[in-house]
């Protein structure tokens, strides 16, 4: 049985990892609590108020205007698939880099205009400046490699903003620009993490008007093994949803 709510608070029913172990139940302050509107089911409210807000907001913080250019440095991962969908609702032009076939199948499904593939492409600066003649007027870095945070700042046009997203577990990797070339091209570098009640509502709204839809690797608790296996390698399209219990 689920615990009785006390006062000013309210029973939500979940599926995260809280300390210990993975619960369908939990007890939070109604203050902090995001109503899930209608059109939005579970398995994507979970992913919307995690990924999903975070794309969200990193957008919002590229501050690119409807007709511009923003690249999506690993646009076929879990952040990355929304922020391809949030920016195209925002009126803005895709670029997406991830590697390999499938995910650019993916980058291109979800609203990318042009997808490069890092796997096969040798100067991928070079080849957004191609694109985009002066450059990305944005660049949001979600992967956590070092090479993204390295390139992403050639990327951009005079005035152009760089987003850090993607968390390396390397402590030595920076955003990769000379204070000379900070200068010279006026760039912005921003940093950006998760969001507000009012931003998970925003972004809870896109997916109500069908803008936005998360895409989930839907599995069970006792494939979490399995799941986990898949993203360390990188073969995960989207978010991975584990249903708890029925």
Known sequence: MPPAPGPGQILVKINWLVPGTFEEYCLTDGRYA?????????????PIMCGGVTAYVACKRASAQPGEWIVMIGGGGGCGHFGIQYAKAMGLRVIAIDGGEEKGQLCKQLGAEEYLDFTQRKDLAADVLRLTTWGAHAVIVFSASPEGFAVAPSMCRPGGTVVSV?????????????????????????GSITGTLEDIAEAMDFTARGAVRPVLHRATLADVDEVCRLMNEGKILGRAVLKVAS
């Open 34 to 46: 995001t109503r899930i509107p209608d059109g939005v089911k579970d398995e994507e409210a979970g």
């Open 166 to 190: 993607g968390l390396p577990t390397d402590t030595s990797v920076v955003v990769g620009a000379l204070p000379g070339v900070l200068a010279r091209k006026r760039l912005n570098i921003v």
